[in-house]
């Protein structure tokens, strides 16, 4: 059984772009282990990330996060179990907000920023959604 979780959090202390770069080396290959698919979203020490895969993959995966001490506010969003994957072209997805047309964000929010805990887990999966559809996502499968 498939399941699709939704999470933001907010960073301890702001990565340097060395350690994203290694904290999303390591996601992809422990990801593709799992068959957990996937897109982060990372600006202003805000993460949004959705994670999709087998159900005690992807609960797992949760625990361990939610354990990680550069990780704090951590809040569930949204859970449910699907049929397919909307994110299976990616062990760990990358969108950088900064890079983004602000425009995309205030679509979906009150303001022209990344601030998940203000908006509903529909809302952010139909960013993430529109994310895809724009070719906003990098990283490799």
């Not at 001490?69 to 950088?96: K, N, T």
């Not at 952010?124 to 070719?135: G, H, I, Q, Y």
Request: some cysteine; proline content about 4%.
């Amino acid at each position: 059984m498939l399941v699709r979780l939704v999470y933001a959090s907010r960073a301890a202390a702001a990565p340097s772009p060395e350690e994203l770069a290694v904290m999303l080396r390591r996601s992809r290959t422990k990801n593709q282990s799992l068959g957990v698919t996937g897109v982060l979203c990372h600006g202003a020490g805000v993460f949004l990330q959705v994670l999709e895969g087998s159900r005690p993959a992807v609960s797992r995966l949760y625990g361990r996060i939610a354990a990680d001490p550069r990780h704090r506010d951590l809040e569930l969003l949204a859970y449910e179990e699907i049929h397919e994957r909307r994110f299976g072209s990616w062990c760990m997805g990358q969108v950088d907000i900064a890079r983004l047309n602000p425009a995309l964000l205030l679509k979906y929010s009150e303001r022209a920023a990344l601030d998940p805990f203000a908006v509903c887990g529909a809302a952010s999966l139909a960013l993430f959604d529109e994310l895809v559809a724009t070719a906003s996502v990098v990283g490799q499968a």
